[in-house]
Structures are given as C-alpha cells and as structure tokens.
C-alpha cells in the first residue's frame, strides 16, 4: 500500500510541475508578451501617420502649383 502513495506522491508532484510550467508559460504570453507586441504596432502607426502627412503636404503643393500654373496659361 505505501508504494501505491509514493507512486501517487510522486505523479501529484510532476503533474504540479507541469501545471506550474504551463502557467508560467501562459503568464509570459499574457503579461510579458503585449508589452512587446506593441513596438511593431506603434513602428507601424508611425509610419503610416508619416505617409499620411507627406502625401497631403505633396497633394497641397500639387494643388498649389496647380493653379498658380493656371493663372500663368488661363
């Protein structure tokens, strides 16, 4: 009979082991990871709020030049 506990012992520590790797790994992925995730997001909110400006900064100037070749020819 004490065999069948200390084999029962010992299977209640490696599944605890495992749980407790599991949550540590599941704890990483929640915590850890967003903070992380969120420098390729603002890389890319950047450069699209750069691309953005540019191309209205080029757009005004088109319009710009635009007319002020209009009034030259019209």
Known sequence: MSIIKEFAS???LIVSWFIFAISAYLL????IMPGLAIVPFLISF?????CYNISRKLDASK??????????YG
């Open 28 to 31: 990483f992925w929640t915590i």
């Open 46 to 50: 950047i450069s699209g709020l750069l």
């Open 10 to 12: 010992s299977i209640l």
């Open 63 to 72: 319009k710009s030049n635009s007319s002020s070749t209009n009034e030259h």
